[in-house]
């Protein structure tokens, strides 16, 4: 049993310019104190979250495996991410940013484990 998964170069590719668009909009969205930019961020943090998570799930060679457990906590983070835009309740944002965030530890342990 193997948790790591094999992407391909553009497969990697996209995935950083995503985190790297993340970051910089995030950055923007900080220092230039734009709501409509912070918003957008929000947003981006919703797709990226449930797109990385959607590319494990479909990667991982067993349904209960590590790999798998990454990726339910990434895409059940982004769509409370969504529902945080909907509600903007704190609960719910927090929430999404821990389940993101167990979903990071998760690959990194199946990485490092393997």
Request: charged share 10%.
């Amino acid at each position: 049993m193997s948790d790591t998964i094999e992407l391909s170069a553009s497969m990697r590719r996209l995935i950083v310019y995503g985190i790297l668009f993340y970051f910089a909009l995030f950055a923007y969205a900080t220092f230039a104190e734009d709501a409509l930019a912070m918003l957008a961020t929000e947003f981006a943090f919703g797709v990226i979250a449930i797109g990385i998570g959607a590319i494990l799930y479909g990667e991982a060679d067993e349904t209960r495996s590590v790999v798998t457990g990454a990726a339910v906590c990434l895409i059940a983070g982004g769509v409370l991410q969504f529902a945080h835009l909907a509600s903007r309740l704190m609960v719910v944002d927090l929430a999404s940013t821990l389940l993101v965030y167990a979903g990071i530890a998760l690959y990194i342990y199946a990485v490092w484990d393997s």
